[in-house]
T-cell receptor, first 113, second 117 residues
Framework: AQKITQTQPGMFVQEKEAVTLDCTYD???????LFWYKQPSSGEMIFLIY??????QNATEGRYSLNFQKARKSANLVISASQLGDSAMYFC??????????FGTGTSLTVIP | DTGVSQDPRHKITKRGQNVTFRCDPI?????LYWYRQTLGQGPEFLTY????????KSRLLSDRFSAERPKGSFSTLEIQRTEQGDSAMYLC???????????????FGDGTRLSIL
């Protein structure tokens, strides 16, 4: 089974609007970490936000927030007030103790002026 | 510290040649990872090290691929007898081990883009 599933290959959002990028994960370990990365066309992977499995509150970092629904095993990224510079690939990733990181296949976000 | 650095940024070579890439992680990071990424896909795990020990290697990884981290600092990834299908971006990342905090993200280098002619 896939450890990380991102079902949206591509998404479009109007500038200044909010957008949600979906991510579901699969693990039987009670301790894990969830990460979102942004990869612009230039290629570098940029860390955006982290959510721990024991965290009681949803993580927020500026315009990024993570909608963490543990029972559903989902960790959706919400970008508020989209900007043209947000156009990029977005990857969800999970880390289990002692193990590697697992990445999803990504969602391509295009912000429309 | 300036982050994870990879060298070279681009490599063009003929099929059948050997290539070697270098990665210098963030100095205090004890974990180092190698990934391969093709266009439109997420990073595909290849292998990772904790200090100088190679802890895991992808089952999908051909015997033509080998990685080392001899002193627990920089790492090299070698591909022998390159094939057309090896054309990809090779990413290196480093992090602290989970025991030092599950919230430690991986920090990526800019990658080495390999093109096989």
């Amino acid at each position: 089974a896939q450890k990380i599933t991102q079902t949206q290959p591509g998404m479009f959002v109007q500038e200044k609007e909010a957008v949600t990028l979906d991510c579901t994960y699969d693990t039987s370990d009670p301790s894990y970490g969830l990460f979102w990365y942004k990869q612009p066309s230039s290629g570098e992977m940029i860390f955006l936000i982290y959510q721990g499995s024991y965290d009681q509150q949803n993580a927020t970092e500026g315009r990024y927030s993570l909608n963490f629904q543990k029972a559903r095993k989902s960790a959706n990224l919400v970008i508020s007030a989209s900007q043209l510079g947000d156009s990029a690939m977005y990857f969800c990733a999970m880390r289990e103790p002692g193990n590697q990181f697992y990445f999803g296949t990504g969602t391509s976000l295009t912000v429309i002026p | 510290d300036t982050g994870v650095s990879q060298d070279p940024r681009h490599k063009i070579t003929k099929r059948g040649q050997n290539v070697t890439f270098r990665c210098d992680p963030i100095s205090e990071h004890n974990r180092l990872y190698w990934y391969r990424q093709t266009l439109g896909q997420g990073p595909e795990f290849l292998t990772y090290f904790q200090n100088e020990a190679q802890l895991e290697k992808s089952r999908l990884l051909s015997d033509r691929f080998s990685a080392e981290r001899p002193k627990g600092s920089f790492s090299t990834l070698e591909i022998q007898r390159t094939e057309q299908g090896d054309s990809a971006m090779y990413l290196c990342a480093s992090s602290l081990a989970p025991g030092q905090g599950m919230n430690q993200p991986q920090h990526f280098g800019d990658g080495t883009r390999l093109s096989i002619l």
